[in-house]
């Protein structure tokens, strides 16, 4: 006898997969097995796809397990054809179905028979057992026809490997068509379902057949999906194109009637305008291997049409600037309690004047703060962190040390490479003059030819090394001075500077913002890396200053 499921009842739950549970399920089996003087078994019978049902695999399934049927005893009661993909527990729908009906025939089936362990499941030692658990609580073995899966210790050892390798062939197999399909995509063929008003084909090339896309073999949808973009190209309402392609019978790829959310995507897809972007192709836009319903340059036209109508069908609002010279510190400022970034705003008062303060967007947290004492604080804090005197001039002295020396060293590359671009540009010449020289030897002329590209690749390689050494030249004492000048007068440049340098000033003081209560000494901030070396350079002991005093020693 032989079935194919295809009903569509709910997937089986899979059970946790306990040892001693397993065991004692296999000891009850046992145990029938002595008092049975016949054991009805199940053959299931299982390949990747449908296509193999017609090959030879379930033949010599079939034949290898009533082979093994006879020789155990067993009377095979039912036969299942199973095709399909065994990667997925959510895609064997078909599969479950028969564990299913297997797990109903409690009591008069006591055996189910497969051809190999990978034909049971693929998915791992774990979801292996998991099965099998779920046949030993009825009172069902698993049986294999051509490996050796017993309840000996070395045969239980030996499935668990077997139930390893059918994971691993099958991650190998996914792994390799999937950068398989990768570099087709690259290419501009298409290797997954065809989209609306496209069909999937195979087109021959000289390394075999590939995956790609033709127009639908329904003539009227493929008109209908041109006359449509050509029409929303020249600016129609996409509202009303929309209705009136669906009244004139568009339909999606399900068959549904188009709608303005489904229309919308296929105007935005390159698909349509014969190119492709998606995730294989590094998000970026290739030219593809089919004709599109429009050409490359009228689908931009057309990207360009949709963004203008939706910029003129925008409710005039004016914009809400981050920067505000009212709130100098919003977004800046976090809240004490969650960290979430102030926002700043004012409220009109029952005489109607606005009150402005900065507060947290997160009601819970409380936080609500007027402008004028939050950037009081803010203010006197930076002038907390200003670096003094006697330490700039000290962290100028160290970077100027190391910057010289760095720069030296640099310098001192850049020059050898210099050299040894000279004295390539000149090997290119010698051999350029010589295969001028030799245009009757074809044999010379050819060694030439191959060190004239060795020389001329070495010339790249290094011109573009010794690009990249390249440093510019500027006064660093200079960039030094007016670096420092700034953080000297950091909390002056503020208050007198407009509200874009004030959020790039504070911003290179607290790189991530700064909490309130850090303001308030409460909690530390993170500060940039040029404040963190000035702590280092001041924590750090004074090398570079002597002793107060030298002791001498007394005379007997």
């Not at 790609?212 to 041109?226: F, I, N, S, V």
């Not at 959310?261 to 192709?281: A, D, L």
């Not at 200079?478 to 000297?488: D, E, F, G, Q």
Request: glycine share 6%; aromatic share 8%.
């Amino acid at each position: 006898m032989s079935a194919s499921i295809q009903t569509n009842s709910p997937p089986l739950p899979m059970a946790r997969y306990n040892p001693d549970v397993y065991r004692r399920c296999k000891i009850r089996q046992d145990e029938q097995c002595v008092g049975d003087m016949q054991n009805n078994a199940v053959s299931i019978l299982r390949v990747s796809s449908k296509r193999q049902l017609e090959g030879e695999s379930i033949p010599n399934q079939r034949e290898q397990n009533r082979k093994y049927a006879a020789e155990k005893g067993y009377k095979i009661v039912r036969e299942f054809e199973v095709a399909e993909t065994a990667s997925k527990v959510e895609e064997r729908h078909t599969y479950i179905e028969v564990l299913e009906w297997v797990i109903r025939q409690k009591g008069a089936v006591q055996v189910v028979i497969i051809w190999k362990v990978d034909r049971f499941s693929r998915g791992g030692v774990h979801e292996y057992f998991q099965l099998k658990s779920m046949l030993a609580k009825v009172g069902i073995r698993l049986e294999s026809a051509s490996e050796r899966i017993d309840g000996t210790p070395s045969g239980e050892a030996m499935e668990g490997l077997l139930a390893v390798f059918a994971r691993l062939e099958n991650r190998v197999r996914v792994e390799r068509t999937i950068s398989s399909e990768v570099e087709m995509t690259k290419q501009g063929y298409w290797c997954r379902a065809a989209p609306t008003g496209f069909r999937n084909m195979r087109v021959d090339t000289p390394q075999g057949k590939r995956p790609c896309l033709a127009p639908t073999l329904d003539e009227k949808q493929w008109e209908l999906l041109c006359y449509g973009l050509r029409k929303q190209l020249a600016g129609a309402v996409p509202a009303t194109l929309v209705r009136e392609l669906a009244k004139k019978g568009l339909r999606t790829k399900t068959g549904k009637p188009m709608t303005a959310q489904s229309w919308h995507k296929i105007c935005r897809s390159p698909v349509y305008g014969g190119m492709n972007r998606e995730k294989w192709t590094e998000n970026r836009l290739i030219n593809a291997k089919w004709k599109g319903a429009i050409t490359s340059d009228e689908w931009h036209t057309l990207q360009r049409v949709i963004d203008g109508e939706k910029k003129s069908t925008t409710p005039l609002r004016k914009r809400r600037h981050r920067l505000n010279s009212d709130f100098p510190l919003r977004r800046f400022l976090r809240c004490p309690r969650c960290g979430t970034p102030a926002r700043g705003g004012a409220s009109r008062g029952k005489l109607g004047q606005l009150y402005g303060y900065y507060d947290c967007s997160n009601k819970t947290c409380g936080f609500r703060v007027k402008p004028k004492d939050a950037q009081k604080k803010f203010l006197r804090y930076v002038q907390k962190v200003k670096p003094t005197d006697e330490l700039l001039a000290l962290f100028n002295e160290i970077v100027m040390d190391v910057w010289s020396n760095t720069y030296q060293e640099l310098n001192r590359e850049n020059i050898e490479l210099s050299k040894k671009v000279v004295e390539l540009r000149e090997e290119k010449k010698k051999i350029i003059d010589l295969m001028k020289s030799a245009t009757g030897s074809p044999s010379l002329l050819e060694s030439l030819q191959i060190e004239f590209d060795t020389a001329d690749r070495q010339l790249k390689a290094i011109t573009s090394e010794r690009n990249e050494r390249e440093i510019e030249e500027y006064d660093a004492e200079m960039v030094l001075n007016y670096c420092s000048y700034y953080m000297k007068h950091a909390s002056e440049l503020w208050l007198k500077s407009p509200v874009e340098d004030q959020d790039r000033l504070q911003t290179l003081i607290f790189p991530v913002g700064i909490h309130y209560d850090s303001l308030e000494n409460k909690r530390t901030p993170e500060i940039s890396l040029v404040y963190k070396a000035m702590e280092e350079v001041a924590s750090a002991p004074n090398k570079l200053a002597a002793p107060g005093r030298i002791e001498l020693p007394l005379a007997d």
